[in-house]
Nanobody, 129 residues
Framework: QVQLVESGGGLAQPGGSLRLSCAAS????????MSWARQAPGKGLEWVSG????????YYADSVKGRFTISRDNAKNTLSLQMNSLKPEDTALYYC??????????????????????WGSGTQVTVSS
């Protein structure tokens, strides 16, 4: 069974940092592109960042570019999101997800939410003073 379990969320002050992790199991992690997405209160799901299966390319939403860094450790089946310079508008439930296709290493696939077939349950990030 495919499982994606997020962790690392919590409360941070504006300008602070948090590092999110996603533990993956039930599939060959190194064969699939992955992403992070988020949902703020009363808002729709927003794609945040994506990474190719081998970690060779990364992509970011304009809202987080320069502040967040996505990475993966295929030997440990983990996906990470380092979040720096946090803003109140980053407050959201953060999800990790896997691409459904083995041919998912493309910009069009990685940046499209419909490309993802499994999602974690999310970890809450709250940025407030």
């Amino acid at each position: 069974q495919v499982q994606l379990v997020e962790s690392g969320g919590g409360l941070a002050q504006p300008g602070g940092s948090l590092r999110l992790s996603c533990a993956a199991s039930g599939f060959t992690f190194a064969s699939y592109a992955m992403s992070w997405a988020r949902q703020a209160p009363g808002k729709g799901l927003e794609w945040v960042s994506g990474i190719y299966s081998d970690g060779s390319d990364t992509y970011y939403a304009d809202s987080v570019k320069g502040r967040f860094t996505i990475s993966r450790d295929n030997a440990k089946n983990t996906l990470s999101l380092q979040m720096n310079s946090l803003k109140p508008e980053d407050t959201a439930l953060y999800y990790c997800a896997k691409v459904g296709s083995l041919e998912g290493d493309s910009i069009a696939v990685v940046t499209t939410l419909a490309s993802y077939d499994y999602w974690g349950s999310g970890t809450q990030v709250t940025v407030s003073s």
